[in-house]
C-alpha cells in the first residue's frame, strides 16, 4: 500500500499541471456544450479511446 502526505500528493499533482496529453480546449468546449444542455449527463467518458471502452462497458 502507498501511503502519501498531502504534501507528496500536492506535488506530485504539480508537476503534472500543463503536462497532459489530449486536446484540452476541446474538452472544455465539450464540457460547457453538455453543461448548456437542459438535461446534461451526469457523467462522460473523454479522452484518447474513450468512444471503445464506453462501448465495451456497454456490452454486457
Known sequence: MCVR??????TVW???NGQQ??????????LVTIAAL??????IV????????ARLSTKD
Open 5 to 10: 502526505t498531502s504534501e507528496q500528493t500536492i
Open 46 to 53: 473523454a479522452g484518447a479511446g474513450a468512444g471503445v471502452k
Open 38 to 43: 437542459e438535461k446534461p449527463r451526469l457523467r
Open 14 to 16: 504539480t508537476g503534472l
Open 21 to 30: 496529453a489530449g486536446h484540452p480546449v476541446k474538452l472544455s468546449k465539450a
